[in-house]
C-alpha cells in the first residue's frame, strides 16, 4: 500500500506551497484516481510518488518503508509511470521501446525480453503494432504501447498521468474498458481531471483544489459532491 | 540498428586514422633527417620550378645542390609560399633559404646574408603589344603593374612611385598568366626572371626601360646559425673559383644553353601522378581532421548544453574556446599552429583543422541535444535505465540523427578548409597544381580539375545530407 504522510511541496522560488499537508492512503486493490482541476498540484503529487520530486515535508512510503530509502534503481521496478506526453521514444520501434529497459535495465537476454515483450502485446490487443515506430501509429494505440512499455518491469503500482487528455471519446471509452481488465495484475493510480473517465475505472479516489486534499474516498461521491458544489 | 552503424563507422575511423598517421610519420620522419633543409618557392622559374618528372629543379636548387655537396650534407628541399618564407626560417622549419632572395637593410635585421651568389635586378616588363604604349616606369602612373607579394620590387614600387597601381600576387607564374591576358599592364621583377619567360616559355613579354636598380641575390641563416653561415660564404667561394658556379649559371642563362629540361612539358603520368598523390594527402587531412574534430565534438557539445548544474565549471572555458575558434581565421590559426607552436606541417595542418572542425561540431550536437524533450530523458528514468544508458540509448541517437545534415555540412566545409593548408607548405591538391602549373602555365585548365576533384567528394556528402535531412523528417525528429 501507497501511504502519503503530511506531504506539503514547495517548488524552487516559489512562495507558495504547491501541494499542502496531504494525508492518503492508496489501497493496492483498486484503480484509484487522483482528481482535481487544472493547477490543483495532480501532476506535483505523482512526481512526489515517483520520486521525481522530493516532498519539502512530510513523505511517502511502499508497504512501510519510505519511498526516500528506496535504492533509486530499483524504485521503477515497484513504481511504474506513464506521462501525459507519453514519451516514447520516437527512433526505436515499439518492440524495441519495450526491450530497451528489460534488456538494460533489469539484465534480461534480449531473445527473452523480446518475447515477454510479444506477450504483452498479444494479451493487450497490440501485437501487430511490433515493427512500427511511434508515429505511425494512433494517440490511443500510443496511450497503449506507453502502458505496456511500463508494464514490462511489471511494476506493482503504475502512475498514469492524464492518460485521457489526447483520446477522444470514443478512444476514450475503449480505453477505460482496456484498463479494467488490466487491474486485476497492476494498481492503476490515475490523475485525470476528466471525471466521467474515472467514474468509469475507478472505485475510489481523492479530490485536488490548490494544493489542498478537499475530499476522499468513493468516488461517486467525490463526483457528485463536486457536481454540487458547482 | 544505430549501434551497428555507429560501430561500423568507428572501424572505417580508424582505418582511416591508421592511413593517415603512417602517412604523415613518414613524412614526418624524412623532415627529421639530420640534413641540411634548404627553402625555395618551387614557383619562380628558371630558378627554381617544378621538372617534367615533377621533381624540384632550377638555379636555386642546383646551387643548393652543389652547397650540400661543399658541406658534405645531404640538402632537403622544401617548398614553401614566398610570403612566409622569412617567419619559416625564423621559426626553424629549415635552415636557409636558396631562393633567390635580394638582401636588403630589413630583412638583414632579422637574419644574416651570405655572400651574394648572384647579381640581378628590378626590371619593368609589358606585354609585346603593349597596348598602353608604355614605355618606362614614368608612364605607369594609374596603371595595373603586378609585383609578387613580400618581394622587394612590390616595396619599391609602393615607395617610389605611389601613383602605380601596384597588384600584388602570391607568384610569379599567375603574373605572367594575367599579364598574357592583358589583365594587367605589366610587372616587374627580376630582369633574369622575365627574360627566361620571353625567351624559354615563349611569352609575349618585352623589358622596357632601363634596370630599376641592381640588387645582391643571397642565402639567409637564422642569426645565432654563424657556423652554417661560413660554411655557406666558403662553400660559395669555392663553387665560385673552381668554376662550378659558372657552370650552373651558363646552364640555365648561357648564350649557349640548351637549358636541360626547362620548358619542356611535365609528361601526363607524371601530372595524374601529382595531382592524385596531394589529393590523398588532401583526403587523409580531412579524414584525420573530422575524426579528431567528431571525437572531441561530442564531450565538447555535451558541456555546452550544461551550462548549469556540475558540468557549469567546464561550460565557460569551453564557450570561449569554441567562439574563439569560430570567430578567428582558420588561416591565422593555421599559421599560428606551424610558426607560433613550432608544429610540423603536417601536425599542424591536422591538428588546426581538426579543433576548428571540433568547434563547429559542437555547437551542432549542442543544437541537436537540445532538440530532445526532456521528457524522454525523465521517460528512461521512469524505465529505471542509468544515465549512461539514458544518454546512450535514448537522447544522442535523437541528438544525433537531427544533428547529422549539419554535420554533414561541417564535413563538406572541412574538406574544403583542406586548400588553406596549402600555405603552410603541405603538398596538398592546390600545391601540387601550383607546382604543375608553374611549368604548363595553364592555371584555367589545372585550377578547374582540382575543383572537379573537390566537388566528386563534396557533392555525394551535399546530396547525402538533403537525403538524411529528409528523412529525419519524415520520421517526425524535427519539425
Known amino acids: ?230 | 540498428m544505430f549501434i551497428m552503424c555507429y560501430k561500423k563507422w568507428t572501424i572505417y575511423f580508424l582505418f582511416f586514422l591508421s592511413l593517415t598517421t603512417s602517412f604523415t610519420e613518414k613524412i614526418y620522419a624524412q623532415d627529421r633527417q639530420p640534413s641540411m633543409r634548404v627553402a625555395l618557392t618551387g614557383k619562380y622559374p628558371p630558378f627554381s620550378y617544378y621538372d617534367k618528372d615533377g621533381e624540384l629543379a632550377g638555379f636555386d636548387v642546383d646551387i643548393s645542390r652543389e652547397i650540400g655537396k661543399y658541406l658534405n650534407r645531404d640538402v632537403e628541399i622544401i617548398a614553401a609560399e614566398w610570403d612566409g618564407i622569412l617567419a619559416g626560417l625564423l621559426a626553424n622549419k629549415y635552415d636557409a633559404i636558396i631562393g633567390s632572395m635580394a638582401i636588403t637593410p630589413e630583412r638583414a635585421k632579422a637574419v644574416n646574408f651570405s655572400l651574394p651568389y648572384y647579381q640581378s635586378g628590378a626590371q619593368l616588363f609589358v606585354h609585346r603589344d603593349n597596348p598602353s604604349k608604355i614605355y618606362g616606369i614614368n608612364e605607369c602612373n594609374d596603371k595595373k603593374i603586378a609585383a609578387v607579394l613580400g618581394e622587394t620590387y612590390q616595396r619599391y614600387l609602393d615607395e617610389k612611385y605611389p601613383n602605380i597601381d601596384v597588384v600584388t600576387l602570391k607568384s610569379s607564374v599567375e603574373i605572367f598568366e594575367l599579364l598574357e591576358a592583358k589583365r594587367i599592364q605589366g610587372f616587374v621583377s627580376d630582369r633574369l626572371v622575365g627574360s627566361w619567360q620571353i625567351k624559354s616559355a615563349d611569352r609575349p613579354f618585352v623589358p622596357v626601360g632601363p634596370m630599376l636598380y641592381a640588387e645582391d641575390i643571397a642565402i639567409p641563416v637564422r642569426k645565432q646559425d654563424k657556423k652554417l653561415l661560413e660554411q655557406i660564404n666558403n662553400a660559395l667561394m669555392q663553387m665560385r673559383s673552381d668554376g662550378t658556379m659558372q657552370k650552373i649559371h651558363d646552364k640555365y642563362f648561357g648564350l649557349s644553353s640548351k637549358t636541360a629540361d626547362i620548358g619542356s612539358q611535365m609528361s601526363q603520368s607524371v601530372i595524374i601522378k601529382k595531382l592524385a598523390k596531394g589529393f590523398i594527402v588532401t583526403l587523409s587531412i580531412a579524414f584525420a581532421s573530422l575524426l579528431i574534430g567528431f571525437v572531441l565534438a561530442i564531450p565538447c557539445g555535451l558541456i555546452l548544453n550544461q551550462s548549469t548544474g556540475k558540468w557549469k565549471l567546464l561550460y565557460w572555458p569551453v564557450r570561449t574556446i569554441i567562439d574563439f575558434l569560430r570567430g578567428t581565421p582558420v588561416l591565422i590559426q593555421l599559421l599560428f599552429a606551424w610558426m607560433g607552436l613550432g608544429l610540423s606541417p603536417y601536425v599542424a595542418a591536422i591538428g588546426t583543422l581538426g579543433i576548428n572542425s571540433m568547434a563547429y561540431m559542437a555547437e551542432v550536437i549542442r543544437s541537436g541535444l537540445m532538440s530532445v524533450d526532456p521528457g524522454q530523458t525523465r521517460a528512461g528514468r521512469a524505465l529505471n535505465l542509468s544515465k549512461v544508458q539514458i544518454f546512450r540509448f535514448v537522447v544522442w541517437p535523437q541528438a544525433f540523427r537531427v544533428a547529422i545534415p549539419s554535420i554533414m555540412n561541417s564535413i563538406v566545409a572541412l574538406t574544403k578548409d583542406t586548400a588553406l593548408v596549402a600555405v603552410i607548405s603541405v603538398a596538398e591538391v592546390i600545391r601540387e597544381a601550383q607546382a604543375i602549373i608553374s611549368v604548363t602555365f595553364e592555371p584555367s585548365k589545372y585550377y578547374f580539375i582540382v575543383a572537379v576533384m573537390f566537388f566528386v567528394i563534396t557533392f555525394p556528402l551535399m546530396k547525402m545530407a538533403g537525403v538524411l535531412e529528409k528523412k529525419i523528417r519524415q520520421k517526425g525528429f524535427v519539425q
Open chain 1, 1 to 230: 500500500m501507497i501511504e502519503i504522510h503530511d506531504l506539503s511541496y514547495k517548488y524552487p522560488g516559489s512562495k507558495v506551497n504547491a501541494l499542502h499537508d496531504i494525508n492518503v492512503k492508496l489501497p493496492p486493490e483498486h484503480v484509484f484516481a487522483i482528481l482535481g482541476h487544472s493547477g490543483s498540484g495532480k501532476t506535483t503529487l505523482l512526481n512526489c510518488i515517483a520520486q521525481f520530486l522530493r516532498p519539502t515535508i512530510g513523505k511517502v512510503t511502499i508497504d512501510g518503508q519510505n519511498i526516500a530509502t528506496i535504492d533509486k534503481k530499483t524504485i521503477h521496478s515497484i513504481v511504474g509511470v506513464v506521462f501525459q506526453k507519453l514519451n516514447l521514444f520516437p527512433h526505436l520501434t515499439v518492440m524495441k521501446n519495450m526491450t530497451l529497459a528489460p534488456i538494460n535495465a533489469l539484465g534480461i537476454p534480449e531473445k527473452q525480453a523480446q518475447k515477454s515483450a510479444m506477450e504483452m502485446l498479444e494479451k493487450l490487443s497490440i501485437a501487430d503494432l511490433a515493427q512500427r515506430y511511434p508515429l505511425q501509429i494512433s494517440g490511443g494505440q500510443a496511450q497503449r504501447v506507453a502502458i505496456a512499455r511500463a508494464l514490462m518491469l511489471q511494476p506493482r503500482y503504475m502512475l498514469l498521468d492524464e492518460p485521457t487528455s489526447a483520446l477522444d471519446s470514443q478512444t476514450t471509452s475503449d480505453f477505460a474498458e482496456w484498463l479494467t481488465e488490466l487491474q486485476e495484475e497492476t494498481c492503476f493510480i490515475i490523475v485525470t481531471h476528466d471525471l466521467p473517465f474515472a467514474q468509469q475505472v475507478a472505485s475510489h479516489g481523492i479530490f485536488l483544489q490548490d494544493g489542498v486534499m478537499k475530499t476522499e474516498g468513493n468516488i461517486q461521491e467525490i463526483i457528485d459532491q463536486q457536481t454540487a458544489s458547482v
